[in-house]
């Protein structure tokens, strides 16, 4: 087998080639898939806003005043967060928060918060996780109701102290054999809430992508 | 060697997970539910059958030096495509399978058809060897799959739609609740052992009746 014996060249020649023709199968994949799975992330993202709103009036489309805030923005996770604004009548009543809590137990978790102007929780949602099949991932909505003891919840109620779950002193419901995830998510959903009730003025002030354009 | 050798080959007599037992990783961690080991049986017959028709029509022109870098390049390359793909057509199945789509590269059941098999065949047979194999490994996944969700959650079929799209499908209720144990790892770990055993019993049975006393052992383990 050893075709090209002392000759290295001959040899990083071949490899070459080869990684030529591999680079170029990526990349027409990469170009034929690139657009149909930046619109599932959007989709998968769109189809978690209104239940997230918790049955709150709105004005027309969820996606019209949405605004991507890359890092560092001030909000939990390390990637893009996003923002998308609520109107009824012409005026602010809500945000729908898109962020990500690193700490989960199997990777980063993304979610979704929504928070009326009041700063009142109207609904949490995950959009992707890793968590333990049967444990964890009973944070997702499809597994268990655990995400909407959220729902109602604000900065003073509980008190900032008791945001954390039953196992480290605060007032949220753990998972049965799960403390980190539900840990990683309250501590998210609680640093997006300090984030908005600080920039509340300004979140509604961003100019959106649309009106960018 | 023909084509129907080959199949039975990979579907049965050397099954890369029940007889190499290669590829153990993924096949403990996904199966949970049928439609996840469907998933992940596909995205790895596809690696497979790729694979080992690249591999088998570089062969002419690798040496010893770049053969394993020339199949690290190959492996991954596929997997990347098939990554994309499954994000781009099956977006929800891809996100149950998560991390395990781009593990396929670690798979050593694809190196090791490489390297034994597509290296030294031309592309016929190669492309036959990778169906064969990765259908093996695709049924087994299923069969685990299947056998972990009606025990640990009490459905059959359980999360269709992340194949075929639609609203979210709970699956065919069975039986009231379910053990818990067999959708985590020990589970898979006992599905396993029930699978090769049953494998074992099979081929026990088949050289009784055919009344060959034939010498070899059942259960061949390769490392």
């Not at chain 1, 893009?80 to 978790?109: C, K």
């Not at chain 1, 102290?161 to 007032?171: L, P």
């Not at chain 2, 084509?3 to 579907?11: A, I, N």
């Not at chain 2, 002419?60 to 492996?75: A, G, H, K, W």
């Amino acid at each position: 087998m050893s075709r090209h014996g002392k000759n290295p060249i001959a040899g990083a020649l071949t490899l070459a080639a080869i990684a030529a023709v591999c680079a170029t199968l990526v990349a027409g994949t990469w170009q034929l898939t690139r657009d149909r799975i930046a619109a599932n992330a959007k989709a998968e993202l769109e189809r978690n806003l209104a239940p997230a709103l918790g049955g709150l009036e709105y004005d027309g489309s969820l996606t019209a005043a949405m605004v991507e805030l890359p890092p560092p923005h001030g909000l939990p996770g390390r990637d893009a967060a996003a923002i998308y604004r609520v109107y009824a009548a012409g005026a602010p009543v809500a945000a729908l928060i898109a962020v990500t809590a690193e700490d989960g137990y199997a990777g980063p978790i993304r979610m979704l918060l929504g928070v009326d102007t009041n700063g009142v929780v109207t609904g949490l949602r995950i959009l992707e996780h890793r968590e333990t099949p049967g444990i964890g991932d009973g944070i997702a909505h499809d597994r268990s109701n655990w995400a909407e003891q959220f729902t109602g919840r604000a900065l003073g109620a509980p008190p900032l102290g008791r945001w954390s779950i039953r196992g480290d002193g605060g007032d949220f419901d753990q998972l049965t054999g799960a403390s980190v995830t539900p840990r990683a998510v309250v501590k998210a959903a609680r640093d997006t809430l300090i984030y908005f009730d600080a920039n509340r003025e300004t979140v509604f002030a961003m100019q959106s992508a649309e009106e960018a354009q | 060697m023909d084509w129907m050798t080959r199949l039975k080959t990979g579907l049965w007599e050397d099954n890369p997970g029940l007889v190499q037992l290669l590829g153990l990783c993924p096949l403990l961690a996904v199966t949970t539910s049928f439609v996840n080991g469907l998933g992940l049986g596909i995205a790895t017959l596809m690696v497979l059958a790729g694979s080992n028709v690249l591999v088998s029509a570089a062969r002419r022109f690798l040496s010893d030096e770049i053969r394993i870098p020339v199949y690290v390049l190959i492996i991954a390359s596929l997997v990347t495509c098939v990554e994309l793909s499954f994000k781009a057509w099956f977006p929800a199945l891809d996100r149950s399978l998560g991390i395990f789509i781009p593990l396929i590269v670690t798979n050593c059941a694809i190196v090791a058809r490489a390297e034994l098999f597509a290296s030294r065949n031309p592309v016929g047979p190669s492309l036959a060897d990778g169906i064969g194999m990765g259908a093996g490994f695709l049924l087994l996944l299923c069969a685990i799959g299947a056998f972990r969700e009606l025990l640990g959650t009490g459905t059959i079929l359980g999360g269709l739609d992340k194949l075929i799209g639609g609203e979210p499908l709970a699956g065919i209720a069975v039986v009231d609740g379910g053990w818990l144990l067999a959708v985590l790892p020990p589970g898979a770990f006992f599905s396993l052992a029930l699978a090769i055993a049953l494998k074992n019993v099979i081929d026990r049975r088949n050289r009784a009746t055919r009344a060959t006393p034939a010498p070899r052992d059942a259960g061949r383990v390769a490392s």
